[in-house]
């Protein structure tokens, strides 16, 4: 029985020993018999280290002798050492030999400029299509003469490609998973280095051949993984080596058996091959080559605990180099297995970068301003350094590197880390990726290093795991070419002054510059001019044109006096000074050459200001217009919904906006009141903002959004008048509600105008309009105190001052001076005021009405004021070669609909 239990107590132990050999991590020994035996995991990466290490001692040798032939290299070597010759091959330029006892033993060939330059610029465009593009936010296909796109191509998640092309607004790239399913798109894009996101697996592009022609796809060196070199008597490639790729078929002992779907376990099987447990880490990657049915996994992963997170391809057939990525945050082990029948073997690569992370010093890449739609912080670094005598990759262990980055003119780089020669800590190359300089540095802390030249597009960086301080490397802006620039342009000022609340009131006897981006903070400026207290001098606001700060606020002269401005948030400047002041108005930035003062690049700009009021700004020559938004909610009046108030130039309300359908209904009790937005009665049902196509949310979107069209559209429905009950200008609505008539409206603002279609639909019979107004001009005095034209395009236009049947010419006096009612459909007004002209000039047409076949349409202008006309869309009764008579008499769902326009001046004086 002792025996028995001794032979147990040994079994035991032996089994114990097994289970560390196989299940051990990478730094695990067992002593088994009085030796130290390696765990699996240790064993296989003391081999491919060793494999790694054999790369670097050879490449401690390349930057000695070379030798012109083999015979030469014995001769000057012993067994066991190295020695390189100038290869004859134009693809290689050294063959890395072995002296083995008198032997010379090829080792690994290192490829030539010209073959690294083929393999880091190889096109993968394919066939293009013409007269189609693609959607970056479905990925769907869309006819279009103006653009080719390319198909389907062929890529690995996280490598990194360049492309060539041009697109706007919501054409560019997308990607897609190995299914083909939309993943992600990338909006606007153009010439650049892009990343392809995890799980993509495909991509297509487009490009709009009005501005670019060119459309390529081209692999870039940013992922090692695109490079396939490989020596022919090597056991591991280069692509290996690099990234520690390991087939755990090869590396672990298998067992006869496959993975559950089910639960991750495991059921015998002669039929499959299944690994032991596999440390591995979050976003390992996984190349598989196999085959499994659709109860088999072909990947599992695990938690700590080894209970089941995730299975991948239970495909029921054979696949061939798979790409998986082991995303769950929870990730410690994977086991892999497959059919022994596949037709292509069964291979698991595992890429080592991730299962040994927690090795890597590296914590920090962050703030890269000039690249391309790539994340740094989740860019992955290379083992591996920079060599400084030619800018080459070479890879070690003890090294980390990050990919390519795509870099400009004017950048300054800041560098924390150890480089030494022969390792570059920070290389330069142009766009061809030839190298234009290299730098060397000991455990160096926030080194910076300015980028000025044209030629620089790209950087890499390295640094060594003995490095004192952790490796950091970081971009910004620096002012390399440029000075002081005078800010202040009279062209452009305005008399107004600035408020210590950063508003902005008119007055003559102060010049004011409107916002002004500051080009860099923190920074200083000059102000040279004069205020008078409660005035201020300098204004300084957030992006959101929210004020930060004051400057200038004591009475008295001021010449080049210096402001220093350090408040991180800050991003405009506004400044004003008295026309008294006894020198020029001036203030000064230090501006770089490649940057600009121009407040913003677009012709419309929206800028949110609560969720009941916005700005509109419609760039009008060289100055912007603002339209001002406004919600009103006065349920005394039944009245809620959007309109705007005003149309604004430097602070003085120039016109009102028009987007209403304002009228008066004939009928017993209501005659004599207006309704309509504004007025009262109307109540919207629903809006929608849109900026360039994408929707703008006043409740939510907080920030300024650029673009080339603001539109908008909404439907409201609008009640009948109580003329008993008071109100003034406003007007409450019958009790209880009757519905009057529905209102539709689409309205958009560019630089070249304000478009509105406006459309009214009838819900009561019999119902006749005392007055209907299609559109409205009401311009504001001043500045709006010049002369009124009508019709400036045709000045001969027949009107009918005095009776529907007779046409008369409509003369030089009446188009300038205007009868009081006329048969014209434009009007301009003009003005003058605080330095500028201005004109306001508004058209309507009538676009259709539901009586079309019956009626005829025309349109008759009432001049309220001097300053204020009706555009009244006049139905007539239709008659061949007559005018024809009011159309008086309207039923229900009887429609109305008129299109008109606003175009807007604004010139310097």
Known sequence: ?????????????????????????????????????????????????AQVQLVLDAAAEIDGVKYGSTAAGLSATSSGQFFSVVSPD???????????????V???????????????????????????????????????????????????????????????????????????????????????????????????ASTDVRVSTDLKIKITPTNIRNLELEGESVELSLKSLVLNEI?????????????????????????????????????????????????????????????????????????????????????????????????????????????????????????????????????????GYIRESDGVYVSATNYKSTPLIAVTNHTELIYTGLAISPTSGVTLYDKDLNVLSTQTFTNVVDERIEINSPNVAYVRACCALTSTNEFSFKTSKYNTKGGLTNIVDEGKTTGAYLHSDGTVEVGPQYSLIDFIPLPKVPTAVKYTGRIVNPVVGIAIYDEDFNLLENHITVSGNYADHTVSISNAGAKYIRACSSVNSPDPFKVELYVNDDESLELFSKDIVVRPVSATSFYVLQRVGGEYIEHVFQ??????????????????????????????????????????????????????????????????????????????????????????????????????????????????????????????????????????????????????????????????????????PTSNDVAEPYTETDRIAASANAGIDMVKATGSYNGFDYTVETKMWNADNSKRKDVGLRSWTERISSNKMYFIPEIVEYTEGVIGRPATIFNTDDIIECHSETKYGVSKI
């Open 106 to 204: 090829l080792k690994k060939s290192y490829p030539s400029v010209y073959a690294i330059s083929a393999q880091m610029t190889k096109e993968i465009t394919g066939q293009l299509i013409n007269g189609s593009l693609i959607s970056a936010l479905n990925g769907q296909q869309q006819t279009n003469e103006n653009y080719k796109r390319t198909d389907f191509i062929k890529t690995n998640p996280l490598s990194t490609f360049f492309f060539e092309g041009y697109n706007a607004l919501d054409t560019g790239l997308a990607f897609y998973d190995e299914n083909y399913t939309f993943l992600s798109g990338i909006s606007s894009a153009k010439n650049g280095l892009y990343i392809v996101p995890e799980n993509a697996f495909y991509l297509r």
């Open 247 to 383: 087939d755990v078929f090869l590396s672990h002992p298998l067992f006869n058996g496959f993975i559950k779907v089910s639960d991750g376990g495991i059921t015998p099987s002669d039929a499959y091959r299944v690994t032991p447990f596999i440390r591995v880490k979050n976003n390992t990657l996984i190349d598989y080559t196999g085959k499994t049915d659709g109860t088999v996994a072909g990947v599992a992963v695990y938690d700590g605990n080894k209970d089941l997170i995730a299975t991948y391809v239970s495909t029921g057939s054979d696949v061939a180099n798979l790409q998986i990525t082991v995303n769950q945050s929870d990730a410690a082990y994977i086991r892999v297995c497959s059919s022994v029948n596949a037709v292509n073997g069964y291979k698991a690569s595992v890429n080592s970068i991730n299962i040994d992370s927690h090795t890597d010093k590296i914590n920090e890449i962050t703030n890269t301003i000039d690249l391309v739609n790539i994340d740094m912080a989740k860019l992955p670094l290379i083992d």
């Open 631 to 800: 919600y009103v909610d006065r349920p005394e009046y039944t009245e809620s919904g959007w309109y705007s108030s005003w149309v604004r130039h430097a602070g003085v309300d120039v016109a009102q906006g028009n987007f209403n359908f304002i009228h008066m209904v004939s009928r017993a009790g209501e005659s004599g009141k207006y309704v309509g937005i504004a007025h009262g009665c109307e109540v919207f049902k629903w809006v929608h903002f849109f900026v360039d196509g994408k929707p703008f949310d006043p409740n939510t979107d907080k920030r300024v959004i650029e673009g080339d069209r603001f539109h908008f559209e909404f439907m409201a429905d609008i009640y009948a008048a109580d003329a008993s009950l008071g109100g003034g200008e406003f007007t409450y609505a019958k009790e209880p509600l009757e519905l009057s008539s529905i209102h539709y409206m689409r309205c958009e603002i560019t630089k070249y105008g304000v478009r509105r279609y406006n459309k009214l639909i009838v819900k009561r019979d019999n119902t006749v309009f005392n007055q209907l107004m299609g559109a409205m001009q009401q311009t504001n005095q001043p500045p709006m105190n010049g002369i009124l034209i009508y019709n400036a395009d045709e000045p001969f236009r027949v009107h009918f």
């Open 1 to 49: 029985m002792s025996d028995f239990l001794e032979l147990t107590d040994q079994l035991r132990a032996s089994v114990e020993q097994l289970n560390q050999v196989l299940q051990g991590d990478e730094n695990a020994t067992v002593e088994i018999n009085g030796v130290q035996k390696p765990s699996v995991e240790k064993k296989t990466k003391d081999t491919v280290n």
């Open 90 to 104: 134009d693809d290689k330029y050294l063959d890395l030999y072995k002296n083995e006892a008198g032997v010379a």
